[in-house]
């Protein structure tokens, strides 16, 4: 059986959300050490063995974990709409001048 101290800083990395983006490896391992100790009603172990690790490791997984957005990546997509648009403003208006400047094809030389 687990050490508790042992139990409890194993239990609380599978259960932190941040270190499932940050270690997700060490996360899986702690709950497989974890599994290992658990014990069933019965007495017997929870223990995951043979059939059940094939069948676990042929299932597709989450792990690595998707890299969260953080606040620049958020700002540059919020802004993107604004900068398109002000993008478009400019173009018109180098085409506007250069149609009245005379020359049709909109200042390109």
């Known amino acids: ?6 139990f409890a ?3 609380r990395m599978v259960t932190t959300p941040d270190l499932v983006f940050h270690s997700p490896g060490a996360v899986q391992d702690a709950w497989l050490q974890l599994k290992e100790e658990q014990r069933r009603e019965d007495g017997s172990s929870a223990r995951i ?17 998707p ?3 953080n606040e620049v990546d958020a ?13 478009d ?14 020359r049709g094809d909109g200042g390109a030389a």
Not at 89 to 102: C, S, T
């Open 9 to 11: 800083g194993l239990s």
């Open 49 to 65: 063995e043979g059939r059940h690790a094939a069948r676990l490791e042929a299932c597709p997984s989450h792990y690595p974990a």
């Open 89 to 102: 403003a400019h173009k018109n208006r180098r085409g506007m001048i250069a149609r009245m400047m005379g």
């Open 75 to 87: 700002a540059r997509v919020a802004a993107l709409p604004s900068i398109r648009a002000a993008v």
């Open 1 to 6: 059986m687990l050490h508790p101290t042992r």
């Open 67 to 69: 890299q969260r957005p």
